[in-house]
């Protein structure tokens, strides 16, 4: 089973609008998801850009949501930990929170939303890096589904 990511700003595969990116101001999308897996205990949220020049370019870390959460708001605030208990972790901007496509020259590229149930809350602190948070994520995946929206200047 996967869980299905949706947003009220753009549909699968369309081009992400200017506001959602670092072109704009820069705030995260709406997103939304349905009923997750019995046992879940948490839910990680991962926006990353596969198409970026030397790696796969991490622009949201946002783990420890809770699992009767079903949505991410509009512009969640840049905060370590959010009121949700929520944590973010460190972008490959070197900041905490969402940073918005930003692709270099004119070729579109794919911004995915991956969201994953685990079966537990990660002991993680606040500013954690992909590689942390990858590897405490590891063996408790239960289900996961994607959002991908396009981006280019």
Partial sequence: MTLKVTSKAFWEGDTIPKQYT????????PLEWGSVPEGAQSLVM???????PAKTWTHWLIYNLP???HHLPEGVPA????????????NDFGKIGYGGPAPP??????YYFTLYALDRQLKLPARATRQQLQAAMEGHLLEQGQLMGSYSR
């Fill in 22 to 29: 670092a072109d704009g101001t820069n705030l995260s999308p």
């Fill in 46 to 52: 991962i926006c990353d850009d596969p198409d970026a």
């Fill in 67 to 69: 699992p009767t959460d």
């Fill in 79 to 90: 905060h370590e930990e959010l009121q949700n208990g929520a944590r973010q972790g460190l």
């Fill in 105 to 110: 020259g004119h070729k579109p590229h794919r």
